[in-house]
């Protein structure tokens, strides 16, 4: 079983930045691909981006490409969402997820994560 608590979230003026975190249980935690996905008011929970078990590979959705940047540390179990010049758009609550133990390969798809965190909101106002 792997717990996965997120922080980092608050109230940012829009071209302000954010630093999210999600911290993970379990000693197997670099056998797993992490991701963060967001999910705004009324919308779909969507992808933004992901990272493989060793960090080597990363894939950002378009909306974010170049403004975010995704990071792991193994030795702590933990991953990190860089955010800079944040929009109004980005505003969301984002989920920290984990593939399957042993599934290192990148997803983007939600169904392929079976952990998630309880989420953690981020404003962006204009």
């Known amino acids: 079983q792997v717990q996965l608590v997120e922080s980092g979230g608050g109230l940012v003026q829009a071209g302000g930045s954010l630093r999210l975190s999600c911290a993970a249980s379990?000693?197997?935690?670099?056998?797993?691909?992490m991701g963060w996905f967001r999910q705004a008011p009324g919308k779909e929970r969507e992808f933004v981006v992901a990272?493989?078990?060793?960090?080597?590979?990363?894939y950002y959705s378009d909306s974010v490409k170049g403004r975010f940047t995704i990071s792991r540390d193994n030795a702590k179990n933990t991953v990190f969402l860089q955010m800079n010049s944040l929009k109004p758009e980005d505003t969301a609550v984002y989920y920290c997820g984990a593939r399957e133990l042993g599934r290192k390969v990148i997803a983007i798809t939600s169904a392929d994560y079976v952990y998630w965190g309880q989420g953690t909101q981020v404003t962006v106002s204009s």
């Open positions: 379990g000693r197997t935690f670099s056998s797993a691909a």
């Open positions: 990272i493989s078990g060793s960090g080597a590979s990363t």
